[in-house]
């Protein structure tokens, strides 16, 4: 059973850079039917795609966050990682991490965690 | 880039009645379009993939239809666990993949 788990800070202060690291169990990172990528949602609102990784380190990322978003993958350890940098409170969201398939859609996803931008 | 315009906002319906939602694309998306079902506290589920294919294990309640820049979520009797929030998702021409708003299914 694939299980894909959040974790990094729940609090980042404003301009500084968010990083989560999403830890898959139960399949491997490598395979390669399947990408991996980061969608969020703000609190009471809809979902925004992040971006995304195979594991090869190809990506892909949402023009409107690229400036800022880097995603990287580390086979060895089995987990992908986030970071968004220089971040204000509009980047308060729950951050999902995903497995996906043909590279958009999102078939097993992580349980979500809350980060909160405040100083 | 792509806007998914999801209508109703809200629907409001009893167990056992038909709900029918509707997605709407700013330019077509030929057919690469899925339904997601959100319950309070819970990551999304895959409902519906390319319009009208099924995922794994949803019931056939669900359906989906509609190619292009129309689409449209059926599910064709509800049950109790059906009262959700539903976003419809596309990925055309690697523009950015985006979603729709979201239309919350709630009890009448």
């Known amino acids: 059973q694939l299980q894909l788990q959040e974790s990094g800070p729940g609090l980042v202060k404003p301009s500084e850079t968010l990083s989560l690291t999403c830890t898959v169990s139960g399949g491997s990172i490598s395979s390669s039917s399947y990408y991996w990528g980061w969608i969020r949602q703000p609190p009471g609102k809809g979902l925004e795609w992040i971006g995304s990784i195979y594991y090869s380190g190809s990506t892909y990322y949402n023009p409107s966050l690229k400036s800022r978003v880097t995603i990287s993958v580390d086979t060895s350890k089995n987990q992908f990682s986030l970071k968004l940098s220089s971040v204000t409170a509009a980047d308060t969201a729950v951050y999902y991490c995903a497995r996906l398939r043909r590279q958009w859609l999102v078939g097993q996803w992580g349980q979500g965690t809350l980060v909160t931008v405040s100083s | 880039e792509i806007v998914l315009t999801q209508s109703p906002a809200t629907l409001s319906l009893s167990p056992g009645e038909r709900a029918t939602l509707s997605c709407r694309a700013s330019q077509s998306v030929s057919s690469y379009l899925a339904w997601y079902q959100q319950k309070p506290g819970q990551a999304p589920r895959l409902l519906i993939y390319?319009?009208?294919n099924r995922a794994t294990g949803i019931p056939a309640r669900f359906s989906g239809s509609g190619s292009g820049t129309d689409f449209t979520l059926t599910i064709s009797s509800l049950e109790p666990e059906d009262f959700a929030v539903y976003y419809c998702q596309q990925r055309s021409n690697w523009l950015p993949i985006t979603f729709g708003q979201g239309t919350r299914l709630e009890i009448k």
């Open positions: 390319d319009a009208s």
